[in-house]
């Protein structure tokens, strides 16, 4: 049997929608409905109910796409496994990262790594919605923050530091903060994670000042009229003039380095936080991977020097 015909089979079965699954695999509709036929035909059965409205996976479909399923699986683990005893940087990774992330930063260096290999293909995913392994089909996700999941396999690629950080025409308008408790006169861009928002920004006084009536620690509730789940709307709002915000060093770091913008309260740090690379278990670990992992370590270190 076409391992084509068995891939379109299955993502069919996925997407109840020949036209969507045909344009995933870059085939035609036309061309994706004959090989459908030729596979029912070629096992005897009828896989799909096809009306003029929508398209239904049959009994027997669904049967038949449990062993499907795990035969694409393995052949494809089988081609991964060649891979590594050849130390072979080849095959399709499937990356996921954060919006801001993502398209500033790693979208560079994922170019100079198919130009590098000609026989590795990525699916390279974008958005800041947490990754779901099985549901999104990703292979890796490049993530700021803990994982929550100890049974997946995490890669730590950098422990990077917050700033707080302004252009100069918004420092020009409205003035530079001087404290934390500062924020509060000023316009704060908000970013949101699921149903939370990061609000509450915590400092520490780096020049050793434990006096005060936190030992030097603060936690500031701040406020502003601009609030988006997209991080890199909100990059995009703070070199524009609109307001301060608190980000990962390594989004800001072009526009620091640049001028864009401007690194507010020096005297204060944030704490850190960490960049992982994390994907399923480590059966999925190939070479490939391996060696996106030391770039991106690598890159990132670069960047922050």
């Known amino acids: 049997?076409?391992?084509?015909?068995?891939?379109?089979?299955?993502?069919?079965?996925?997407?109840?929608?020949i036209t969507a699954s045909a344009l995933q695999l870059e085939m035609t509709p036309a061309t994706a409905s004959a090989a459908l036929k030729r596979l029912e035909k070629q096992l005897g059965v009828q896989l799909f109910i096809r009306s003029t409205r929508k398209l239904r996976i049959t009994a027997?479909?669904?049967?038949?796409?449990?062993?499907?399923?795990?035969?694409?699986?393995?052949?494809?683990?089988?081609?991964a496994s060649l891979n590594e005893?050849?130390?072979?940087?080849?095959?399709?990774i499937r990356l996921s990262a954060s919006s801001d992330l993502g398209r500033n930063i790693v979208l560079p260096w994922i170019d100079e790594v198919m130009d590098a290999y000609p026989e590795l293909s990525i699916q390279f995913n974008v958005g800041d919605n947490r990754a779901d392994f099985y549901h999104d089909k990703v292979d890796m996700a490049l993530r700021y923050g803990e994982p929550e999941d100890s049974s997946l396999v995490a890669f730590l690629i950098a422990k990077i530091d917050r700033?707080?950080?302004?252009?100069?025409?918004?420092?020009a308008q409205y003035g530079e903060p001087n404290h934390p408790n500062e924020l509060s006169q000023h316009n704060c861009l908000l970013y949101r994670f699921g149903e939370r928002v990061y609000?509450?920004?915590?400092?520490?006084?780096?020049t050793g000042d434990s006096t005060g009536k936190n030992g030097g620690k603060y936690k500031v509730k701040v406020t502003g009229n601009r609030l988006s789940n997209d991080a890199d709307v909100v990059h995009r709002w703070v070199v524009a003039g609109k307001g301060i915000t608190m980000k990962s060093r390594l989004d800001m770091a072009a526009d620091l380095r640049s001028g864009h913008v401007v690194e507010l309260l020096s005297d204060f740090n944030s704490p850190p936080i960490n960049?992982?690379?994390?994907?399923?278990?480590?059966?999925?670990?190939?070479?490939?991977?391996?060696?996106?992992?030391?770039?991106?370590?690598?890159?990132?270190?670069?960047?922050?020097?």
Not at 85 to 92: L, N, S, T
Not at 199 to 206: A, E, K, L, M
Request: charged share 25%; proline share 4%; net charge negative.
């Open 1 to 17: 049997m076409n391992i084509q015909d068995l891939t379109l089979f299955v993502r069919t079965a996925q997407t109840c929608n």
């Open 60 to 79: 027997e479909g669904e049967r038949y796409l449990v062993h499907c399923t795990e035969a694409l699986a393995a052949l494809e683990k089988g081609k």
């Open 85 to 92: 005893i050849q130390g072979k940087i080849a095959g399709e």
């Open 163 to 171: 700033v707080v950080c302004a252009s100069p025409a918004y420092l």
């Open 199 to 206: 609000d509450t920004w915590p400092f520490v006084d780096r």
């Open 275 to 305: 960049l992982w690379l994390i994907c399923p278990n480590r059966t999925q670990v190939t070479p490939a991977m391996l060696m996106l992992r030391d770039l991106l370590r690598n890159k990132c270190e670069a960047e922050l020097s």
